[in-house]
Nanobody, 114 residues
Framework: QVQLVESGGGSVQAGGSLRLSCSAS????????MGWYRQAPGKQRELVAV???????NYADSVKGRFTISRDNAKRTVYLQMNSLKPEDTAVYYC????????WGKGTLVTVSS
């Protein structure tokens, strides 16, 4: 089993920045890719960014150039640096770990006001 705990959410004005963190514990040796997803009110959960065990990254078109995903394997932590935030980035952000099965954190709320 893998446990994921997100932190770093909060409220910010448009144009501001936040950094999310996701700490993994448990059977982390089984994790391959890790990623961030988000779910806005009334919408489906969507992929924001993903990083492989080798460091390859992929981003949703809506966040390219503004968000950066990174991971510190020694700390078992993945980060999401979010810059130039927009009101449409408002959502609950979830950490995901891809292993023998999908693991999810409980989410952290990001609110961007105009």
């Amino acid at each position: 089993q893998v446990q994921l705990v997100e932190s770093g959410g909060g409220s910010v004005q448009a144009g501001g920045s936040l950094r999310l963190s996701c700490s993994a514990s448990g059977s982390t040796f089984s994790i391959n890719a890790m990623g961030w997803y988000r779910q806005a009110p009334g919408k489906q959960r969507e992929l924001v960014a993903v990083i492989s065990s080798g460091g390859s990254t992929n981003y949703a078109d809506s966040v390219k150039g503004r968000f950066t995903i990174s991971r510190d394997n020694a700390k078992r932590t993945v980060y999401l640096q979010m810059n130039s935030l927009k009101p449409e980035d408002t959502a609950v952000y979830y950490c995901n770990a891809d292993g023998p099965k999908d693991y999810w954190g409980k989410g952290t709320l990001v609110t961007v006001s105009s």
